[in-house]
């Protein structure tokens, strides 16, 4: 029999409750790791928080100043006493705060009531008998402008300079519904009731880009611009509330790679699935990426600034403030400020307008809208440039001061809490976990589940099921014995579930004068051996 070495320390992969303290546990690092792998620390590597002397001089090593303890607050010693998932629930519950607000503030108070005012009308010619009782019936609501070229007149309305445009000499009204609908069919309805009030005959309104028939009111360009713009932010998302600490190049990498398939799904299911854009779809691929790799820039750009609530920020310039000043739903026009300015810089105005030319061939051409996403790119690259600086700093500041804040100690406790839901749940199933992460047996005593009361709804004392697990007994077989273990009828094996004893140190004996030692044990009176039946102790265990 071979006799331990008691100069190697050795672990005990048991915890504390079974197999006690570790006899001789690892000695502590004094140096700094290699940086090149392995685990051997560098020849002469000081140890963290000292400096090394100057060369030549007898001044010894000086350790960093302790920082001054964090100053916790009452309510959030308070908080900390919370149940841990309470806590992390209770610190995410800005986000419905912050949607119910954003969308009272821009959905609600945007489209609650919109009203023209400065809609902009070509009139060829001169008429002053109809722009004077224009300005009487509805004053500040309408401004005319001069054209003395009606082809002039009818390409600013297709360019969307022009609300409409009105010829007297004709009496004909002209429009472009594909540009915008709701001015299409308010307008003109509108400056027919003022002709007619005055005498004239109701105009002749004659349709310069019609909407086809599978997007009836032109809502299209703007669901889709809103999917791009979703998609754009939430990717940049999630990198910068899970990828601090990744690479420019890493980040950058992801989020083309990202908008280029969100670009694939979304102008594949608007158009061939769904069926609401025929034809342009690679020009409309090659658009919403490029979109979608600006807001994704400026997102992450962001992201280093505030953190885990980049949500916040994002979709107040994507979403909030985007949406009602595109120009999608209804035009600037009949938008209250500040969404009538902010049309001239959203996102939003710029895909939509890029979508409508590249679809119907109205709106502006595709300069202002390259223009703002090189914009948007830039700001982003400039962000992230200063950003990651900012980042790194406020991290190390953070690690060598020993501060955190309450998100980061809610998570610490969920984390504990789990842990020890985990090792309750083995033990209900008769196991333990032990440091190296394997399971062992906990008890002798016969399993059974120990959680009782508490019905189907509510579900036990401790907030689990109260049914029969389907595990039942779970059958242990120890290794060390000699020879097969008999088997039960029903059971994988017959060995008693005692809980493993830690070994010690203690070198055993060469040899033994009892007869249990020499395996020469006598008889029981039945003909078994006592190691056969497991009454005396037998293999790794005969010396415990």
């Known amino acids: 029999m071979s006799t331990p070495r008691n ?5 005990n992969d048991l915890p504390d409750r079974d197999g006690g303290p570790r006899q001789n546990p690892a000695p502590k690092r004094t140096t700094r790791p290699s940086t090149r792998g392995g685990s051997k620390p560098r ?37 900390g006493t919370l149940h841990p998932s309470l806590q992390l629930i209770g610190l995410q519950l800005w986000m419905p705060l912050f949607f119910i607000v954003g969308f009272c503030l821009c959905y609600v108070f945007a489209f609650h009531s919109p009203h023209p005012h400065d809609v902009p009308i070509a009139l060829v010619g001169s008429d002053p008998t109809f722009v004077t009782a224009v300005q009487k ?14 082809a002039t007149a009818k390409h600013d309305v297709l360019t969307g300079t022009m609300a409409v445009a009105y010829d007297p000499s004709t009496n004909e009204l002209f429009k472009a519904s594909a540009h915008q609908f709701q001015v299409a069919s308010l307008v003109p309805a509108t400056l027919s009731t003022v002709l007619t009030g005055i005498g004239v005959a109701a105009p002749t309104v004659t349709e310069l880009a019609p909407l086809p028939a599978w997007d009836e009111y032109g809502t299209v360009a703007m669901y889709v611009m809103l999917a791009w713009c979703i998609g754009g932010y939430m990717v940049a998302m999630f990198i910068g509330i899970m990828g601090g600490p990744l690479r420019h190049r890493t980040r950058m990498a992801v989020i083309v790679v990202g908008g280029l398939v969100i670009s694939l799904i979304t102008n594949t299911l608007a158009g061939p699935v769904l069926g609401a854009i025929h034809g342009h779809w690679i020009q409309l691929v090659l658009i919403a990426w490029g979109w979608i790799v600006a807001i994704g820039l400026a997102v992450n750009g962001l992201s280093y600034f505030v953190g885990r609530f980049i ?19 209804y035009p600037k026009w009949f938008m209250p400020e500040p969404f009538a300015w902010l049309n001239h810089v959203v996102v939003g105005s710029s895909m939509v307008d890029m979508i409508k030319h590249q679809v119907y061939g109205v709106g502006p051409g595709p300069a202002r809208g390259l223009i703002t996403m090189a914009c948007y790119a830039a700001a982003g690259l400039v962000l992230m440039y200063f950003g990651k600086m900012w980042w790194e700093h406020r991290r190390i500041r953070a ?15 969920n984390r504990e809490f789990l842990g020890e839901q985990r090792d309750a749940e083995l033990e209900r199933h008769g196991l333990i976990s032990t440091e190296t992460g394997t399971l062992t047996v906990l008890r002798d005593g016969d ?5 009782v009361g508490g019905d189907v709804f509510m579900g036990g004392r401790d907030g689990l099921e ?6 039942g007994r779970i059958p242990v077989v120890r290794s060390g014995d000699r020879g097969t273990p008999t088997r039960q009828p029903g ?3 017959t060995g008693p579930r005692t809980r493993p004893v830690p070994r010690t140190e203690t070198p055993r004996a060469p040899g033994r004068s009892d007869p249990s030692a020499r395996g020469d044990a006598p008889a029981r009176s039945d003909g078994a051996r006592p190691e056969a039946s497991g009454d005396a102790p037998h293999g790794r265990h005969a010396d415990r």
Do not use: K
Request: proline share 9%; glycine share 10%.
């Open 311 to 329: 949500a916040a920020p994002a979709m107040i310039c994507f979403v909030f403030l985007s949406m009602p000043s595109s120009g999608g739903a």
């Open 399 to 413: 690690i060598v001061t020993g501060r955190t804040t309450m998100f980061q100690d809610a998570q610490t406790a």
């Open 466 to 471: 109260t049914a029969t697990t389907t595990t």
């Open 447 to 451: 399993w059974e589940d120990e959680r």
């Open 43 to 79: 020849r002469g590597a000081p140890v963290a928080g000292t400096r090394p002397a100057r060369s030549g001089s007898g001044s010894r090593t000086r350790q960093a100043p302790a920082p001054a303890p964090q100053r916790i607050s009452r309510y959030r010693s308070w908080y």
């Open 137 to 150: 019936a509805l004053p500040g609501e309408y401004v005319f402008h001069l054209y003395d070229s009606l």
């Open 491 to 493: 059971g994988a094996g």
């Open 7 to 11: 100069d190697v320390p050795r672990n």
